[in-house]
């Protein structure tokens, strides 16, 4: 299910790609490759980064590859590694036969470091890490050389060896690249190739003790797989030089990387430290909570991945950062969900309504329509009974102005069924509305083909008798302010947490169909919202479930009286 290549807005990038394969740079190959550290859970920004690398493959006929880089054996894990390949699934990518790690190419890292020992062009440094930053300068201020820079090639290759061999402890020595410490560009001042780190790494064991930087392992592993266009975040822009001059000096095939400005959301933090914190601390429950930005909790929530690459393709790909509007995507997610989500009743906060003129004992199954945007989606039967739930909301005693819901003496259509009438309220010790009582008017029944008469308010509803029960969980925002991360005098991203982003209903009563509803399926409860079936907490026979969204979409009326502008959050 690509994305309509043909409505999609060309970027930078894609007209590079085009470029290429006219002047046949790459011998009119494109090969990608998307590169996460299995070092926590993927999200929405990686979510981007997926659909450009594997849609631009899928565009023009290429390749891409799915790579960790596993290089820093500390922080990976497994649990990480086999989230990130469901995540990437999910949004519907493969990767075939091609999955890498570049621990793979460790074995061949360490045979190119010693070339460029040989070169003269690497050299091993006794200096500490504090006392390399301290060599290395400033933006303005040229570094000093290292008093190890100018070692032999003999003896560079013997401590290397034993580096590897693990005769010394973690940081008492690196590897560094010889190029230039008066460059201005910090990157190129003779950067650090590899680390001591007696550590046991979750795919190679303890056989190394020296491992590879993401500098120097990043476009060696680029050139490996044969990658035309490394595609990769800002940040890594003023890498660039060094990622040429390692692949220049070892004289092997040579990708080109490209830098985009990564993806920031509103109401959202991105960084992994931060989300890892909000699982470690408990604001929230897992990584995969349905307030998370990552993919498993937007899966949970109710995003479909369809509505994930749409946005992505809305957002397009630019040079400049800027903060995209979480009610794009949402937005986005609404357009897909209003074609395909099961329209239902659902009453989050019952009022009991007895029909008095209506037969004890009587039930009618009426038709309800399931989607009104697909007639392919069917009807199906609902049950109508003399004891029925609606709203609260939908009843007051003293209505407002302009209140077409239901009050004493007003009419209202019930949705699929009568119109009803209220003719008393029956209220508790408190003075507390317990219930309402009202006629129905039997001539009204919908979809007879009778002319009808008008009333101007419809209410959902559920048969009491009938009612299915489940909690329903209403999820709102994590923050509740647009750039939660943004420095605000010294306050932390936490201090900005939404106390309302769970508000859990025990007892919703549910048409009786949703009972065996399953996750997967999308639903929309009828003037309420979007909602999904928790994928983790849900039993069969015992669906939970979660408001992916509420129906109001913000964007739309953004779009709407910004004519002319393009609907993106620049
Ligand atoms: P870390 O700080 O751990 O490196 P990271 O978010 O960069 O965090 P990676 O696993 O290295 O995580 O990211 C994998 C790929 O996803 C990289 O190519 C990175 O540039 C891209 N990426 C990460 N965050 C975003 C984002 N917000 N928008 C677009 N691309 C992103
Ligand atoms: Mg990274």
Redesign the pocket.
């Known amino acids: 299910m690509p994305v309509n290549e043909s409505s999609a807005p060309s970027h930078f990038i894609r007209n590079i790609i085009k470029e290429d394969l006219r002047t046949g740079k790459f011998g009119g190959r494109v090969h990608t490759r998307?590169?996460?550290?299995p070092?926590?859970y993927l999200?929405i920004?990686?979510a981007?980064?997926i659909c450009l690398n594997f849609g631009l493959a899928e565009e023009f006929g290429g390749k891409c590859n799915l790579r960790f880089?596993d290089t820093n054996p500390v922080k990976e894990e497994e649990e990480y590694t086999r989230s990130i390949m469901e995540d990437v699934r999910w949004l519907g990518f493969d990767w075939e036969d091609r999955l890498y790690f570049a621990s793979d190419y460790f074995e061949q890292l360490y045979r190119w470091a010693i070339e460029l020992i040989k070169k003269g062009k690497a050299y091993v440094c006794d200096l500490s890490a504090e006392q390399i930053r301290e060599y290395r300068g400033t933006l303005t201020e040229p570094g000093k050389e290292s008093p190890y820079r100018n070692r032999s090639v003999e003896e560079n290759l013997d401590l290397f060896e034993r580096m590897k061999a693990g005769e010394f402890p973690d940081g008492s020595r690196t590897l560094r690249a010889k190029i230039d410490m008066a460059s201005p560009n910090l990157n190129l001042r003779d950067p650090v190739m590899y680390r001591i780190l007696h550590a046991t790494h979750h795919r190679t064991g303890d056989k190394w003790c020296i491992y590879p930087m993401y500098d120097w392992a990043h476009g060696q592993s680029d050139s490996i797989e044969g990658i035309t266009h490394s595609?990769?975040?800002l940040e890594?822009e003023d890498h660039r030089p060094l990622y040429d001059w390692f692949l220049d000096e070892l004289e092997v095939y040579h990708p080109q990387q490209i830098e985009f400005a990564?993806?920031?959301l509103t109401y959202t933090v991105?960084?992994?430290r931060m989300l890892l914190e909000l699982v470690q601390e408990g604001h929230v429950e897992s990584w995969d909570d349905p307030r998370m930005p990552t993919i498993s909790g937007l899966r949970r929530r109710g995003y479909t991945p369809e509505s994930i690459r749409d946005f992505a393709e809305r957002i397009g790909v630019a040079k400049k950062e800027s903060m995209i509007d979480l009610a794009l995507l949402e937005h986005c997610l609404r357009d897909d969900l209003n074609k395909r989500a099961h329209r239902v009743m659902a009453v989050l906060h019952p009022l009991k309504v007895v029909i008095e003129n209506y037969p004890e004992g009587e039930v009618e199954e009426l038709d309800a329509v399931n989607n009104p945007e697909d007639p392919s989606m069917g009807t199906r039967k609902i049950p109508f009974s003399r004891v029925l739930y609606i709203e609260q909301d939908d009843f007051r005693e003293d209505p407002p102005r302009k209140y077409f819901r239901l009050s004493p003496g007003k009419e209202v259509r019930l949705r699929y069924a009568y119109i009803i009438k209220c003719v008393d309220v029956v209220k508790d010790e408190q003075g507390k509305i317990v219930e309402v009582r009202c006629t129905y008017d039997p001539e009204t029944k919908s979809g007879t083909g009778k002319t009808q008469r008008r009333v101007k308010g419809t209410l959902h509803w559920v048969s009491a008798r009938h009612a299915f029960e489940a909690e329903v969980r209403l999820y709102d925002r994590l923050f509740s302010v647009p750039d939660p991360a943004g420095d605000k005098e010294g306050k932390g991203f936490k201090e900005f947490l939404n106390p309302e982003s769970l508000v859990t209903i025990n007892s919703a009563k549910l048409e009786p169909g949703l009972k065996y509803a399953k996750p997967d399926e999308y639903y929309q409860f009828e003037r309420i919202g979007y909602f999904c079936v928790d994928g983790k907490d849900s039993k069969d026979g015992a669906p939970v479930f979660n408001r992916t969204v509420p129906l109001r979409d913000t964007w739309a009326k953004i779009e709407k009286t910004a004519a002319g502008k393009q609907p993106r959050g620049v």
């Open positions: 998307f590169p996460p550290e070092n926590g999200h920004g990686h981007k980064s880089d595609i990769c975040t890594f990564r993806l920031n991105m960084s992994k």
